[in-house]
């Protein structure tokens, strides 16, 4: 382990829901360790170790079956981290890389072979910036092609005008983290109800993920819940989940996973719906076991 900050919680609490068999946490990072998988020297994040084995032994406290690695600024576009951990559990784990938006067809089909699943590009202050309008336009049809899909992580006062560009897009979209709303401000406000509309569309996908972000509250993080239940609602089939372990750039303690997993019964307290959330829609839209 190196020695700067862990930014996960070392002793998260054994959750009282049992998840459904094939539950998915569809956004969780790996960093390091450092000695295998050096950090990229541009990058201005540069966490604790979080290594594949303590995520790893995370899911099979809490109940989780398949996850969906997100490639973390702190590798750049390096994403040999994330592949490595793919290979590790190979059909049950996957991946969303990091790469430039013009990075070669050639690149996308290496990556895809090793189980990643699509691209993400952040539109948040403290991260390096995404793509164009433009590049997105240009790199969507490629991503068609390949079956993979568009992450974007956005703050929330970005969606009105990204929503227009991304509503045209070809390809799978998924927004991260509810769109980083802020929970204090009412499920009326402009960003929550921008992000609303573009769920409409029928390629766009929302991860009810976050709620410790979206919220200014403490644990149980209740002010957030409310959006993330309306969202399953609205959308009950292109909505998924996830943890986002080891919770990086956090404003406090990191947070309990297990009470996270908790949420779960205020989000989606039906438990067809639940299975849905967890199983059903992260298998469709991810592909999990497809031959590599």
Same mark, same amino acid.
């Given at each position: +382990?190196?020695?700067?900050?862990?930014?996960?919680?070392?002793?998260?609490?054994?959750?009282?829901?049992?998840?459904?068999?094939?539950?998915?946490?569809?956004?969780?990072?790996?960093?390091?360790?450092?000695?295998?998988?050096?950090?990229?020297?541009?990058?201005?994040?540069?966490?604790?170790?979080?290594?594949?084995?303590?995520?790893?032994?995370?899911?099979?406290?809490?109940?989780?079956?398949?996850?969906?690695?997100?490639?973390?600024?702190? /590798?750049?576009?390096?994403?040999?981290? %994330?592949?490595?951990?793919?290979?590790?559990?190979?059909?049950?784990?996957?991946?969303?890389?990091?790469?430039?938006?013009?990075?070669?067809?050639?690149?996308?089909?290496?990556?895809?072979?090793?189980?990643?699943?699509?691209?993400?590009?952040?539109?948040?202050?403290?991260?390096?910036?995404?793509?164009?309008?433009?590049?997105?336009?240009?790199?969507?049809?490629?991503?068609?092609?390949?079956?993979?899909?568009?992450?974007?992580?956005?703050?929330?006062?970005?969606?009105?005008? +990204?929503?227009?560009?991304?509503?045209?897009?070809?390809?799978?979209? %998924?927004?991260? /983290? +509810?769109?980083?709303?802020?929970?204090?401000?009412?499920?009326?406000?402009?960003?929550?109800?921008?992000?609303?509309?573009?769920?409409?569309?029928?390629?766009?996908?929302?991860?009810?993920?976050?709620?410790?972000?979206?919220?200014?509250?403490?644990?149980?993080?209740?002010?957030?819940?409310?959006?993330?239940?309306?969202?399953?609602?609205?959308?009950?089939?292109?909505?998924?989940?996830?943890?986002?372990?080891?919770?990086?750039?956090?404003?406090?303690?990191?947070?309990?996973?297990?009470?996270?997993?908790?949420?779960?019964?205020?989000?989606?307290?039906?438990?067809?719906?639940?299975?849905?959330?967890?199983?059903?829609?992260?298998?469709?839209?991810?592909?999990?076991?497809?031959?590599?």
């Amino acid at each position: +382990m190196n020695d700067a900050a862990i930014t996960w919680n070392p002793n998260p609490s054994k959750p009282r829901l049992k998840l459904p068999e094939g539950a998915t946490d569809t956004h969780v990072h790996v960093f390091g360790p450092v000695s295998r998988f050096p950090y990229d020297p541009k990058s201005g994040f540069k966490p604790g170790d979080a290594p594949k084995e303590q995520l790893f032994a995370l899911h099979d406290m809490l109940g989780i079956d398949r996850c969906v690695i997100v490639q973390s600024g702190c /590798h750049g576009y390096d994403n040999s981290a %994330v592949a490595d951990a793919i290979a590790a559990r190979p059909g049950t784990y996957l991946g969303i890389a990091l790469a430039p938006p013009d990075v070669a067809d050639e690149d996308i089909q290496r990556l895809k072979r090793q189980g990643f699943r699509g691209i993400r590009f952040n539109y948040m202050a403290h991260l390096a910036p995404g793509a164009t309008a433009e590049q997105l336009r240009a790199l969507a049809p490629r991503l068609a092609d390949a079956d993979w899909q568009l992450l974007v992580h956005m703050e929330a006062g970005l969606i009105a005008d +990204m929503a227009p560009v991304l509503a045209d897009l070809p390809c799978p979209v %998924v927004i991260d /983290h +509810m769109g980083r709303v802020d929970a204090s401000l009412g499920m009326d406000q402009a960003p929550f109800q921008h992000l609303m509309r573009l769920g409409e569309k029928a390629h766009v996908w929302i991860k009810v993920s976050g709620s410790e972000r979206c919220s200014t509250q403490e644990p149980p993080y209740a002010d957030a819940t409310p959006f993330a239940r309306k969202l399953v609602e609205t959308f009950p089939d292109r909505t998924i989940w996830g943890t986002d372990w080891p919770h990086p750039n956090y404003r406090a303690a990191p947070p309990d996973d297990g009470i996270l997993v908790d949420l779960l019964q205020d989000i989606c307290p039906d438990e067809t719906a639940l299975r849905r959330l967890l199983v059903d829609n992260p298998a469709r839209l991810y592909r999990f076991g497809e031959e590599m």
